[in-house]
């Protein structure tokens, strides 16, 4: 049969050196309409659904549904609506000034909207020419305010940043240019990097503070704590539900059971030359991995997991391809997860053949860190969203879809997936960040996930990144992760400054470590933003707001819904998550989302602040 095949029309602007012939062939994939039709009615007939995909976007097609100017036929539409998600703000924000009567003592300098620093898109040309070899050169020397920006963002004046164990280009940029300043303390608003974010690191974390790592995420980004979670979910509950990942073992731990898996499938004959992926557990960006048959060729030494390698990948014009999905969780309690619009297709540069040598990564792997290095890769532009061997997911999925594959089911099931991925591990997260954190919700994750989806239209995760590369190679790059961070920054909500203490010393120091030994005003002359944070509410001042709560000139229905806010006991939390939402640009909020209350069932955790927040804003 016929393979489907997409003709993208060259551009007239383009020349045969500019935009190579490779292109018009890269359209072709692996799949006949039989195939998809197939598929299709095997993900139908053995998917459970859960989330009313019907008021989600989905990345890649931007099959946008605004809904705020839909003329509704039921209450029940209208809850699911982006418009009353808007007006879950508007009555947590008229709760919120009441309760600013109420503490009069507390009551801020400017108003409540007014309190985020507003990240703006950074320009090529604005971008930091080179990253510093020595931290303390850089910073002692002036060299961050060396560089020149055609306008600057003033708006985080005030605030401080650090890098540690990290150069980040792109995150030092948008500081810069938006008016932090780099120190080299500990004591800094934001403190970023790579490196992952280890549980004594957050003794003595001030409530100014913001790290880009919750304490423990290593459980979701090593690759053994994410497959033994998994795997431990898998138990619990039946493999159809946790069946996203390939047989997995762990070495060394698991050594024996997988030499015992290998035995009886030579005996039964089924399929004894099947490869296996050996990965090691810390390491990303493809270092480490190799591929096998036979279990002598395992090394036993170096901890890590050998998985089922998956042999019927869907490919484009033969070649393989991963999906990079960048997810950024805001809160762990309650869990708030969001996934960012845009992401990464990466290609294998070798066409794949299953039965080609297991030494050849360039056919089996599709890591851009290690395709790039062969000689067939090409670093031509195509178009703004297309490189020969990385296209944007915009690009990889409206070929898809001219395809004819429904990639509403695709999206579907990865969403499912990263729900369920991050579930596996929430437990010990949450149970960190309330052990670490003054205030649970002072960190934020961005993960890099990578997918690979079969011939069934199937999607398997291969594993989860730490700190995904925001590297900027190409002009595809830097606009993606532009966006991607600046977003990020405005989705967190950075407060111009928001603490009225800063301790002595840092949970670093020696002397100090996790020690709390003075409290003390910060320097108003520091500072422009100057505020206070407010302090939790007596039961007496519930009970006078929910008075003016009934007094007030609002729907019945909304005074409900205020008294709800108000006596919730959660009132940051749901304030947090509605605020959030308004300034979520292009992320798309999964969970919690219109029929997440489904994925409950899962959790390992204290289910009351997660099943008060879906009540708030679907019920």
């Known amino acids: 049969m016929e393979k489907l095949v997409v003709n993208e029309p060259k551009s007239d602007s383009e020349s045969e050196d500019e935009c190579p012939t490779l292109f018009d062939t890269w359209t072709v994939i692996n799949l006949t309409h039989e195939d998809i039709v197939t598929a299709e009615e095997n993900i139908l007939n053995s998917f459970n659904r859960r989330l009313d995909y019907s008021t989600l976007e989905r990345p890649g097609i931007w099959n946008i549904f605004p809904r705020e100017d839909a003329n509704f036929e039921s209450s029940e539409e209208y809850l699911e609506s982006e418009g009353y998600q808007q007006h879950l703000y508007k009555l947590a924000h008229y709760v919120y000034d009441l309760k600013r009567k109420i503490q009069p003592e507390n009551k801020l300098t400017e108003k409540y909207e007014d309190k985020y620093v507003k990240f703006e898109y950074l320009e090529k040309s604005e971008l930091h020419k080179y990253t510093p070899g020595n931290e303390d050169d850089y910073?002692?020397?002036?060299?961050h305010l060396k560089h020149k920006f055609t306008h600057k963002n003033h708006d985080g004046e005030g605030l401080t940043y650090k890098m540690w164990k990290t150069n980040a280009r792109l995150i030092r940029s948008?500081?810069?240019l938006h008016g932090f300043e780099q120190i080299l303390g500990f004591e800094a608003s934001i403190l970023w990097t790579n490196t992952v974010g280890k549980r004594h690191m957050f003794n003595g974390f001030n409530d100014y503070q913001w790290m880009n790592h919750f304490p423990g995420s290593y459980e979701i980004t090593r690759k053994m704590d994410l497959f033994k979670n998994f795997s431990l979910m898998q138990a619990k509950y039946k493999s159809k539900e946790y069946n996203y990942c390939p047989q997995t073992f762990l070495i060394p731990n698991e050594g024996d059971q997988f030499k015992e898996h290998l035995e009886k499938l030579k005996e039964n004959d089924n399929n004894p030359d099947k490869l296996w992926i050996v990965k090691p557990n810390k390491l990303s960006r493809g270092r480490?991995?190799?591929l096998i048959k036979n279990f002598s060729q395992l090394d036993l030494k170096e901890p890590g997991i050998v998985s089922e390698y998956v042999d019927n990948p869907l490919t484009v014009n033969r070649h393989k391809f991963d999906l990079r999905i960048y997810v950024v969780v805001t809160s762990f309690y309650p869990l708030r997860i969001y996934v960012y619009r845009e992401g990464l297709a990466r290609f294998a540069t070798e066409k794949y053949d299953k039965n080609a040598a297991e030494k050849n990564l360039y056919v089996h792997l599709t890591n851009y860190s290690i395709n790039k290095k062969n000689k067939e890769f090409k670093h031509v532009k195509m178009s703004d969203d297309t490189l020969p061997f990385k296209w944007s997911l915009t690009a990889f999925f409206l070929r898809l879809a001219s395809c004819g594959v429904n990639v509403d089911l695709i999206w579907e099931q990865i969403y499912d997936l990263i729900i369920k991925s991050i579930l596996s591990s929430e437990k010990y997260i949450a149970d960190y960040a309330k052990e670490k954190l003054t205030k649970v919700n002072k960190s934020f994750e961005i993960f890099g996930y990578d997918v690979m989806i079969d011939q069934n239209l199937k999607p398997w995760l291969m594993e989860i990144n730490l700190s995904p590369s925001?590297?900027?190679?190409?002009?595809?790059d830097i606009k993606l992760k532009t966006k991607l961070v600046t977003e990020m920054f405005n989705l967190f909500g950075f407060k111009k400054l928001s603490t009225s203490t800063l301790l002595e010393g840092t949970p670093w120091d020696e002397e100090s470590k996790g020690k709390r030994i003075l409290s003390i005003e910060i320097p108003?002359?520091?500072?422009?933003?100057?505020?206070y944070i407010d302090p939790e509410l007596t039961k007496e001042q519930i009970n006078e707001i929910i008075e003016e709560i009934e007094?007030?000139?609002?729907?019945?229905?909304?005074k409900q819904k205020c008294i709800e806010i108000i006596s919730s006991g959660h009132f940051n939390n749901l304030m947090e998550a509605v605020s959030e939402y308004t300034r979520k640009e292009d992320y798309i909020r999964i969970f919690p989302a219109k029929g997440s209350d489904a994925y409950f069932k899962f959790f390992k955790h204290d289910l009351e602040v997660n099943k008060k927040l879906y009540s708030f804003l679907f019920k």
Do not use: A, F, P, T
């Open 470 to 476: 925001l590297s900027l190679e190409s002009d595809m």
């Open 524 to 531: 108003k002359h520091k500072c422009k933003n100057y505020k």
């Open 139 to 143: 910073v002692k020397k002036g060299l």
């Open 174 to 176: 948008i500081l810069d």
């Open 551 to 558: 007094k007030g000139k609002l729907w019945e229905n909304d």
């Open 288 to 290: 480490g991995i190799y």
